[in-house]
């Protein structure tokens, strides 16, 4: 197993803390040297905000964490392919890398609808690795959403 696949494994295990809590099962961690600062989930439905994506509260964490906004040297990882607000707010907070497993084909900006990670538009361009332990992550997304459907 990879590092990014040991690293990932923590992130599902978020997002299935949102899926126990009726939340769309994506799962986020944050690392730094070698650590993780930070973990979350998606809380959009439990706290009636639209912009608590797991990403957006792995980074609010973080940054309380090392009372930092900036997340120099800092990986993401995250169980879907990243939104565009996500996205910008991974810029904004430095992070230097993001490693995602799902792609996301209705929002995902890192490849799916638009490859955003190649844009001239922003001063900082994170590295972005995409897929890991994809399989597994799109699976618990699909679960979720077949059964909201049934």
Not at 28 to 48: D, G, M, P, Q, Y
Not at 70 to 85: D, K, Q
Not at 99 to 107: C, E, F, I, R, W
Request: a positive charge; proline letters at 3%; aromatic letters at 6%.
């Amino acid at each position: 197993m990879s590092l990014h696949e040991s690293w990932m494994k923590y992130a599902i295990e978020q997002a299935r803390l949102a899926l126990a809590m009726g939340e769309v099962p994506v799962g986020a961690i944050i690392v730094r040297e070698n650590k993780i600062i930070s973990e979350a989930f998606n809380t959009s439905i439990l706290n009636s905000d639209p912009t608590a994506h797991a990403e957006i509260n792995a980074i609010r964490r973080a940054s309380n964490e090392i009372k930092n906004y900036r997340l120099n040297g800092s990986i993401l990882y995250v169980t879907l392919e990243p939104c565009a607000m996500c996205y910008g707010a991974i810029v904004q907070a430095r992070i230097a890398k993001v490693v995602y497993g799902a792609l996301d084909s209705k929002s995902g900006v890192c490849s799916s609808c638009i490859n955003l990670s190649e844009s001239k538009c922003f001063n900082h361009k994170p590295k972005v690795v995409s897929g890991i332990l994809s399989d597994e992550c799109s699976r618990i997304l699909k679960d979720f959403f077949q059964a909201r459907r049934d």
